[in-house]
């Protein structure tokens, strides 16, 4: 089996239909696709149901009870047959017409990761949305493919630009951090500091739907992402604590100091309001010292005086970056 595709659904049955019709275009002596139930609550079973009958490359995986996205992608990746691995979210569209050949080339030389461009999409309008566009380049190790993204400021870190090779992950233990927002950071970030080789192509592997339900739309509405912000931020730092001094650990520390200083900034940037804005206002303050120490210890100067100024004074941090967007 070349390539495993993961496909977790819950509540999407608006949309897993137009994620699922173009994997059936894939050859089932190449392919399988491992439909992860996680116990919606809608009718996207059935959907999948359907889809399973008459594509013999797909079948479902049904959970005992839900789980959430990291767990329900492990059991996806736990029941995986493939060389290569591909997380595909239940409400994108892939191009299908690039799976095979990003696998090809990762056979030919030998890539632990290969990283594809994605294509933002509106939901309700269908117009394309804008996108970073990281140049291509050849295999590389990880560490200098993400210290060179990092640079770019053209680094992403969902797991779903990416396939990667099983038995890499599996040499690793990499596996999706359960119970956690932002849980894609602890999983491609490392992924792509450990491989041996990788490389950027100018493939567009998904189109990515932009919605008003989703995860990321959803943390206007509750401060809950702020304690993932700081459990990822833990647990990147420790990473970095055991790499070499390469050029991905310098990028890596200015990225963590990065992501610690966007519990600040997201604050105004979501337009949070009301008690959802009072608890993460009470959760910035209340961490502001280990925050900041994470933008103290980057090499970024930019970052180095923001965690200075949130480790002074949060509510001036939050006036002048609510000033600087506007909001």
């Known amino acids: ?27 089932p002596d190449c392919v399988e696709v491992l439909l992860i139930d996680d116990c919606g609550p809608d009718g996207s079973r059935a959907i999948a149901d359907a889809f399973c009958a008459r594509c013999p490359s797909m079948r479902v995986i049904e959970r005992t009870q839900n789980g959430g996205l990291s767990a329900a992608r492990n059991t996806g990746l736990d029941a995986a047959r493939g060389e290569y691995v591909f997380f595909l979210d239940s409400d994108d569209v892939p191009e299908v017409e690039n799976l095979l050949p990003l696998c090809e080339r990762m056979a030919r030389e030998e890539l632990d990761v290969v990283k594809a461009r994605f294509a933002p999409f509106d939901d309700d ?7 970073p566009v990281p140049p291509p380049c050849d295999a590389m190790a990880g560490d200098a493919l993400f210290a060179q993204q990092c640079r770019a400021e053209v ?42 080789r990788a490389a950027m192509s100018d493939r567009t592997l998904v ?8 995860i990321m739309r959803s943390f206007s509405r509750s401060a809950a992402w702020c304690a993932s912000y700081l459990e990822v931020c833990r647990r990147l730092n420790a990473l ?14 200015r990225r963590v100091g990065q992501i610690a200083l966007s519990v600040g900034k997201n604050i105004p940037a979501y337009g949070l309001t009301g008690d959802v804005r009072r608890e993460a206002v009470a959760f910035l303050r209340a961490h502001r010292r280990e925050l900041s120490g994470f ?3 980057s090499e970024d100067a930019s970052v180095r005086r ?15 970056y609510a ?5």
């Open 306 to 320: 923001q965690g200075i100024l949130l480790r002074a004074s949060p509510a001036l941090f939050l006036r002048l």
């Open 295 to 297: 933008a103290l210890r």
């Open 125 to 131: 309008t269908g117009a394309p949305l804008p996108a």
């Open 207 to 214: 189109r990515y739907r932009q919605r008003e339900g989703s």
């Open 155 to 196: 680094y992403e870190p969902m797991v779903w630009q990416c396939i990667y090779r099983r038995a890499f992950l599996e040499a690793h233990g990499l596996r999706m951090a359960e119970g956690l927002l932002f849980e894609d950071e602890l999983f491609q970030t490392p992924a792509l500091l450990l491989a041996g």
């Open 240 to 253: 970095a604590d055991g790499l070499s001094d390469t050029p991905g650990r310098a990028m890596l520390r």
């Open 323 to 327: 000033r600087l967007t506007g909001r």
């Open 1 to 27: 089996m070349l390539l495993s595709i993961i496909v977790p659904f819950y509540g999407v049955e608006r949309y897993i239909a137009a994620c699922l019709e173009p994997l059936c275009a894939l050859p």
